[in-house]
């Protein structure tokens, strides 16, 4: 059974760094392309950016490039998401996200984590 | 940068009846569009993918159609599972920025 677990819920400060996380299992890591979704507070689903654990290829979407840094440990099937300094504008939840077809980046969304809960306040 | 725009923002729809939901994208994405279900605090679960194929699980009352630019999901028969916020997604792109802003279906 293919499972995305991600790290628990983060309360952070602004100007503080964060790297949460999602482990993949009962699957080949390293052959599908994860990602991560950004919902804010009563919002839609952004794509931030994604990753092929097989060779670490990086693409962000242009609104979170530079803003994020998406890295995988293909060792331990899992892949981050992190910041080096939060706004109180990162509250949202995050979510990691398995492209349904192996090696294909351009590809539905067919496996979800449970989501990271950020909550970025002074 | 593609844009998705998905139509109506909410349905009201009694159960049982039929739900027509529309999304358009601002250029061609081929085939290459998902549809995915979303219940208050859950994560979201694809629906459809290809424009219309559905996704391992799904009840054969949800179907999807189109190409190009045009998209429509219809729900058959809406059962009291069904109300929830459906989002349409192109990835014939990337980035595949393009979520659409979602479609809410209540109750009637």
């Known amino acids: 059974e293919v499972q995305l677990v991600q790290s628990g819920a983060e309360v952070k400060k602004p100007g503080e760094s964060l790297k949460i996380s999602c482990k993949g299992s009962?699957?080949?890591?390293?052959?599908?392309?994860i990602g991560w979704v950004r919902q804010m507070p009563g919002k839609g689903l952004e794509w931030m950016g994604i990753i092929y654990p097989g060779d670490s290829d990086t693409r962000y979407s242009p609104s979170f490039q530079g803003q994020v840094t998406i890295s995988a440990d293909k060792s331990i099937s899992t892949a981050y998401l992190q910041w080096s300094s939060l706004k109180a504008s990162d509250t949202a939840m995050y979510y990691c996200?398995?492209?349904?077809?192996?090696?294909?980046?351009?590809?539905?969304?067919?496996?979800w984590g449970q989501g990271t809960l950020v909550t970025v306040s002074s | 940068e593609i844009v998705m725009t998905q139509s109506p923002a909410t349905l009201s729809v009694s159960p049982g009846e039929r739900a027509t939901l529309s999304c358009r994208a601002s250029?061609?994405?081929?085939?290459?569009l998902a549809w995915y279900q979303q219940k208050p605090g859950q994560a979201p679960r694809l629906l459809i993918y290809?424009?219309?194929t559905r996704a391992t699980g799904i009840p054969a009352r949800f179907s999807g159609s189109g190409s190009g630019t045009e998209f429509t999901l219809t729900i058959s028969s809406l059962q009291s599972e069904d109300f929830a916020v459906y989002y349409c997604?192109?990835?014939?792109?990337?980035?595949?920025?393009?979520f659409g802003q979602g479609t809410k279906v209540e109750i009637k």
């Open positions: 996200a398995r492209l349904l077809h192996k090696h294909i980046v351009n590809s539905a969304v067919d496996y």
């Open positions: 997604q192109q990835y014939n792109n990337w980035p595949p920025t393009a």
């Open positions: 250029q061609s994405v081929s085939s290459n």
């Open positions: 009962g699957y080949s890591f390293t052959s599908y392309w």
């Open positions: 290809g424009a219309s």
